[in-house]
């Protein structure tokens, strides 16, 4: 198994840019989470999504972000406009179900740059 | 609401000797207990949980994590620490009965020293 697939692996892009990044979970998983982890503020979750729905958005940091899955195997996470402060590791993750005690799978993150 | 607490940012031990991360927690229902490691560059990989049974918990790599309910931790231990043991740990919590959210500590870094 291929794991969790994220790409780019590195962007570095200027304020007010658009960015996408990309996710494929792991196959036969049907939960799907975008995380940001910073020096400063630590692994947050952004973004919970299960068969394909976003089930809690609490964590998304304002309008200028959002998240989409359109099927099983892809999601995206988009920053519009990109600001300096959205720099970080962007991590996605996948699990089994939509239980409690399934641990999750982490992709290698997206390094995020913003100048 | 759950939070989890990791009290050391850093811990150093020579290689050979146990070592202990330590975790507390807390939940209004069940916990469900989580160890995760990240290596430099790489995503976080879990370690090991604990649901129900036995308290003690063996994972991956050696560790094993003892849950104590009266103490609210889950504590990460490992009889003989090795080098290549060096890594950021975190420790999770997520509520029972069907709660999703994972709440992740602010992690604890290992240095190994040989």
């Known amino acids: 198994d291929a794991g969790v697939i994220q790409s780019p692996r590195h962007e570095v892009t200027e304020m007010g840019q658009e960015v996408t990044l990309r996710c494929k979970p792991i196959s036969g998983h049907n939960s799907l989470f975008w995380y940001r982890q910073t020096m400063m503020r630590g692994l947050e979750l952004l973004i919970y999504f299960n068969n394909n729905v976003p089930i809690d958005d609490s964590g998304m940091p304002e309008d200028r972000f959002s998240a989409k899955m359109p099927n099983a195997s892809f999601s995206t996470l988009k920053i519009q406009p990109s600001e300096p402060r959205d720099s970080a590791v962007y991590f996605c993750a996948s699990g089994r179900g939509g239980t409690s005690y399934n641990e999750q799978f982490f992709g290698p993150g997206t390094r995020l740059t913003v100048l | 609401a759950q939070s989890v607490a990791q009290p050391e940012d850093q811990v150093n031990v020579a290689e050979g000797n146990p070592l202990t991360v330590k975790c507390t927690y807390s939940v209004s229902g069940n916990p469900y207990l989580f160890w995760y490691v990240q290596y430099p560059n790489r995503g976080l990989q879990f370690l090991l949980k604990?649901?129900?049974?036995?308290?003690l918990v063996k994972g991956s790599y050696g560790f094993e994590a003892e849950f104590n309910k009266s103490q609210t931790s889950f504590h990460l231990k490992k009889p003989s620490a090795l080098v290549s043991d060096s890594a950021l740990y975190f420790c999770a919590v997520r509520e029972g009965a069907g709660g999703f959210k994972t709440i992740f500590g602010a992690g604890t870094r290992l240095f190994v020293k040989a």
């Open positions: 604990y649901i129900t049974g036995d308290n």
